[in-house]
């Protein structure tokens, strides 16, 4: 993230999310793997945080998404770790690990060698809450940093789409 409009963009979206679940009376966790902690920690950065963010599961390897966050081991073994079910069962797994209405998980390919069979910036993007799971595929380029960086703000977009979801119900 060596832009630093980007670091701007990404404070604004963590402001808007954690304005947005205090508004609503909602909590959020994360599942992060590709990021590494950066979308749970971007959303600590923002005064208030305290009052939406419920914590959150660094699940960098395989053993970590099944052991914590229950993601099916016949489903990593069958498609990897990059997948849209796997976001999805991340994001599952923390909102149910952390008792969030809400919660967002990252998986991807970070760079510089592709991984599991998928090209540097593949990333998926899954967000769980009451009314199920549900995964957005990206192909992002750049460094290492930069797909990161990228990826982080596509979480903190999904969970403000989530959030925006006014007939949600707690």
């Not at 999310?17 to 599942?31: D, H, P, Q, S």
């Not at 069979?117 to 998926?124: A, I, L, M, R, T």
């Not at 192909?139 to 960086?149: A, L, N, Q, V, Y």
């Amino acid at each position: 993230m060596t832009d630093p409009h980007h670091k701007i963009n990404l404070h604004h979206l963590a402001e808007e999310a954690v304005t947005g679940a205090i508004g609503r009376g909602l909590t959020v966790a994360t599942a992060e793997s590709l990021t590494a902690g950066m979308v749970a920690a971007v959303l600590a950065d923002t005064p208030g945080a305290s009052g939406m963010l419920q914590g959150g599961v660094v699940s960098y390897q395989n053993t970590v998404k099944a052991n914590v966050l229950g993601v099916p081991r016949e489903l990593l073994d069958s498609v990897g770790a990059v997948d849209g079910r796997v976001a999805e069962a991340m994001a599952e797994g923390a909102r149910r690990v952390c008792g969030a209405d809400i919660a967002v998980s990252t998986t991807g390919v970070a760079g510089p060698e592709p991984h599991g069979g998928k090209d540097v910036g593949s990333v998926y993007i899954g967000v769980a809450t009451a009314d199920g799971a549900t995964s957005y595929r990206y192909s992002f380029e750049g460094s290492r940093p930069e797909i990161r960086g990228q990826a982080c703000a596509a979480a903190l977009e999904r969970l403000l789409e989530a959030l925006a979801s006014a007939g949600y119900r707690a």
